[in-house]
């Protein structure tokens, strides 16, 4: 079924559902979809069960950090794939940083739950209806997202290495 | 191992009245397996739930080897970056090395000569041959033959001798560079390469004979720890993984990198999605590897084993030290001081465990400005618990070494 | 009737006469526990595929008699620390080493288990001496088997010139309270 492209993807989209796409663009052969929050979850639920993309795999979820983009500081990215079609695309939803809010997508693919745990963990972006949203990589008392821009690499509470000597 | 003796059951029952039939009554223990647990081949803790010796429930817990790969890759110039990939999937390491390199130079558009495409093809099924090596060796080792273990493990050393004869190191390999490799292989490699090749299929096969029909491997693992095509696909199950559960999903043939569609192989499925599929794919996958081994030996063509990438690619030593582009080259390289296009690029590989993604959003900068890698395993060890549920404490033990889970790839 | 002084391969220095042989206690004991070590591998990472490889028919580390790997805490004498250990393990490794039984050794292997090795990051422990005391360390990232076994050998001669009261000594119990180890 090689009739599903790109370019038809994006179009059909765009019809569905309106001006809540805010932009479709294709670089290195990928097409990247920016989305309002509202329609994220009915959206790749449409792209579930549309009887011609079928997008059926979820290869990845994460999280990415702007600090300088006001009102759009973070985003989630959702990397789908439809195997029938074997057609990869990206999905956006930029949110601000007051609230870091997005509906989950456990109820659609079961492996997001730990993709989702593990944004969290990193960003402190909240799951709505994620039925078990704590931090799994790190410390259980963890008291900060360690992937935002704002925080450092290395721990700041360490005392073991002299900063002069590796020009910190 | 809290165990609920027969007089605090007792109490339980008289403090809840006797109207409460037994079945309510019944108590769970609960085992704690982990995060050292000999028995789990690396840290991963489990809280289980058991009706005797049956698991109930798992309550999985992960990263005691968090290392923050993706922060610390956002800290470091590009070319620094393969050491970190090095020890993702540490069984593995060059396709990883390669997936990195291959992600960067889509990147920046690079064109790779064919050479240098069948060499990396070359090092990727041999990473991939010592991978499962490791993993079904210890499969057999979990069901009680270590013989085979001793056996195998020859033969991945023998593929060490051949990194080691590439690029200088056994494990983490940091295998060649953004662009292709340090040097062409030498005679020695290929000598090598071609011994390995006779002898690791008399070795493999003996290994096979000695396992596969085993009455005793069968009991353990035939319809232990299944899981449905359609589960596995919800729980976004990738690599060999997947394909025991019968979904025939391979990177290497959907979109294919490095060439891959000039060989000629088929992709292993299995169909219960049980322990023994999954062992089975992984031992057909060796033979596979084998023979893509041989026909890009066969057909290896003439030419470069690095692509025209001057901004990437380090110079050669005498360059260097007797012109003076090469050296500015070379400084800038090492420094890190070179922009890359701004961008998004998401590129995979067929890793030891399926789909390895990395998804790179580039600033321009000198340093990624967010790498999120697909860890295959971090994805399908969630549904561990699922798959464990119903079966007995050992099965649970098997299903685990089976399922090939490296702790460095699940914590990242 | 006159001394000889004797030297049996790998064992102490010995006065043997007629039908005995006269040596310190302490040095039989030491050459024995040297060469029956049980160790407790602490794989978590990349070093502990090396350690396979090391435990594996080339290299066979039970050539230097530490065949017996002893997956329960209590009845190893050797921890060997394989592998990265972060934040969330340090508590882990360090209730590993107090459930061993005295006498006992730790071996760090490789470069994140010395000192963190290139993972200077905020969730891991910036070398496991933090928690234990450390006896050898094996530099390397991972090291080779060949390196591994060299901390074996490294460790079987501390083992075989520990005095038998070190471990009652009171710079023995100092080092453990440093670490909080009672």
Request: aromatic fraction near 10%; proline fraction near 5%.
């Amino acid at each position: 079924m090689a009739e599903v492209n790109n370019q038809m993807l994006g179009e059909s989209i765009s019809a569905q559902f309106g001006n809540q796409v805010l932009s479709v663009e294709e670089t290195y052969g990928t097409l990247d979809i920016v989305v309002e929050k509202s329609i994220i979850i009915p959206l790749i639920k449409w792209l579930k069960t549309h009887d011609k993309f079928q997008v059926n795999f979820l290869t990845s979820l994460c999280g990415v950090h702007f600090p300088e983009q006001n009102d759009r500081e973070l985003s989630v990215v959702y990397h789908l794939h439809s195997f029938i079609n074997n057609i990869r695309f990206r999905i956006h939803v930029f949110l601000p940083a007051s609230q870091l809010e997005i509906p989950t997508l456990t109820t659609l693919f079961a492996g997001a739950n730990w993709m989702e745990r593990e944004t969290f963990e990193f960003y402190g972006i909240k799951f709505i209806g994620h039925p078990d949203l704590r931090i799994i990589l790190n410390v259980e008392d963890m008291d900060y997202h360690p992937l935002l821009k704002q925080y450092p690499l290395v721990d700041a509470t360490r005392t073991d290495k002299d900063d002069k000597y590796f020009g910190r | 191992m809290i165990n609920i003796s027969d007089d605090n059951f007792e109490k339980h029952k008289a403090l809840n009245g006797q109207d409460q039939s037994d079945q309510e009554l019944k108590q769970y223990n609960y085992l704690n397996l982990g995060p050292t647990h000999p028995a789990t081949h690396g840290i991963f803790q489990n809280i289980l739930k058991m009706d005797g010796e049956v698991i109930v429930d798992a309550q999985p817990t992960i990263g005691y080897i968090h290392r923050a790969f993706e922060k610390l890759a956002e800290n470091r110039p590009f070319y620094q970056i393969t050491t970190i990939t090095d020890r993702l999937n540490y069984c593995s390491s060059p396709i990883n090395n390669i997936g990195w390199h291959l992600t960067v130079e889509k990147l920046l558009g690079v064109k790779t000569p064919k050479r240098l495409d069948y060499l990396r093809v070359i090092i990727m099924e041999l990473a991939r041959i010592a991978d499962h090596i490791i993993c079904n060796s210890v499969v057999a080792v979990d069901t009680g033959a270590l013989t085979g273990f001793l056996y195998v493990f020859q033969w991945r050393e023998k593929i060490y001798e051949i990194y080691e004869e590439i690029c200088g190191a056994r494990l983490t390999t940091n295998i060649g560079r953004i662009g292709g490799f340090e040097r062409d292989f030498s005679e020695k490699v290929f000598a090598k390469i071609n011994n390995l090749l006779t002898e690791l299929p008399a070795a493999l096969s003996e290994f096979e004979k000695l396992v596969m029909r085993n009455r005793i491997f069968m009991d353990r693992t035939v319809n232990v720890g299944g899981i449905t095509g359609e589960r596995a696909l919800e729980y976004s199950f990738t690599g060999p993984n997947l394909r025991a559960a019968g979904v025939d999903y391979d990177v290497r043939v959907m979109t294919p990198y490095c060439s891959y569609e000039d060989f000629d192989f088929t992709i292993p499925v299995g169909s219960s999605g049980d322990t023994y599929d999954r062992f089975c794919v992984r031992q057909e996958e060796m033979w596979q590897s084998i023979s893509i081994i041989k026909q890009a030996l066969k057909n290896l063509p003439k030419g470069d084993f690095h692509a025209d990438v001057p901004e990437f690619y380090l110079p050669p030593k005498e360059e260097v030290y007797n012109t003076m582009e090469g050296l500015i080259w070379h400084f800038k390289i090492v420094m890190g001081e070179i922009n890359v296009p701004k961008g998004q690029v998401y590129q995979s590989v067929e890793g030891g465990n399926g789909e390895l993604g990395f998804y790179l959003v580039s600033d321009g900068g000198r340093q990624p400005y967010r790498l999120h890698i697909r860890r295959p395993c971090f994805i399908y060890y969630q549904a561990y618990p699922e798959m464990i549920k119903g079966s007995m404490l050992s099965d649970a033990i098997l299903t685990m070494s089976s399922m090939n889970v490296i702790a460095g790839e699940l914590d990242a | 009737m006159g001394l000889n002084i004797s030297k049996l391969p790998n064992g102490p220095e010995m006065y043997v006469g007629e039908g005995f042989g006269l040596t310190q206690i302490e040095k039989v004991i030491g050459m024995a526990r040297a060469n029956s070590i049980w160790p407790l591998p602490f794989a978590t990472s990349c070093c502990g595929i090396e350690f396979m490889a090391t435990m594996a028919s080339t290299y066979d580390l039970g050539r230097f008699g530490a065949e017996r790997l002893s997956f329960s805490p209590r009845q190893a004498d050797l921890l060997m620390v394989m592998g990265t250990i972060a934040k969330k393990m340090g508590p882990v490794l360090k209730q590993v080493y107090t459930q061993m039984a005295e006498p006992k050794w730790v071996i760090a292997v490789g470069a994140c288990a010395s000192s963190g090795g290139i993972f200077d990051t905020y969730s891991v422990l910036q070398g496991i001496d933090k928690v234990i005391p450390v006896d050898v360390y094996v530099p390397g990232c991972p090291p080779p088997p060949e390196a591994i076994l060299d901390g074996i050998l490294k460790i079987q001669e501390l083992i075989k010139n520990e005095p038998l009261r070190r471990r009652e000594s009171a710079e023995y119990n100092d080092l453990l309270h440093s670490y909080q180890i009672d």
